[in-house]
């Protein structure tokens, strides 16, 4: 279940007020007792809610494919809940309790907006436009990073006819002499094929690594100065 809580909070941002989800969850279990009554209404909105995050979850378990966008599918429903839980307010009560929450919502949903839910690709592409000189090697632990930044490339100025960018270590280690090293570690999905220590398993004939540099929260790059790479890979 480890990878699966993983792959939900990572893209999400921090709430400001976190009591606000039980506040909301509390409210829908009061509307799921009114609805008790009902019971094929409760069946359906019921699966309507879960089904597909239950199924997701479970798969999830073998293959990470569960993030955060799969839970709009229930969201409907689940709302609905909500509401029943409210229907138990007097008019004064529900205008109150209606306006706290739309403001707390508000409120949690601001940080949403500055806060880094994706890779950074274009950072990586400025960054290696900015430093990479002619002659250079680019490594990427994937083919889809491979895809991503080359999509980046053009706009930040990273030309790949005098840049080589590569995601097969045989075709990028050892890189021409005289010229420095880049290896780029990120994440272009929910699923990660290859961990981080498997990819540096991979440079281990450059020698020791050098200090990483993280881009954003998801990527990290390494620069291997073309003297370090001159010395490690001598005979």
Known sequence: MLRISNFITE??????????????VGLATIGIWRLRRCPTVLAILGAAALILPLSLGLISIAVPVL???????????????????????SRPQFAALATAVIAVCLINLAPYYGYETKPRWDLVAKELATQAQPGDTVLVNSYYAYWVLGAFAGEAGLDESRIRVTWKPDEAIPPPAGHTFWAVYGRTGPAVGETADEFQAALARLGTAPPAQAIGRFITLWSYPAAALSASLTP
């Open 11 to 24: 893209g999400t941002a921090p709430a400001v007020i976190p009591p606000l989800a039980v506040a909301i």
């Open 67 to 89: 993030v955060p966008r799969y839970f709009v599918w229930g969201a409907a429903p689940f709302f609905v809940f909500v509401g029943a839980g409210l229907g138990t307010l």
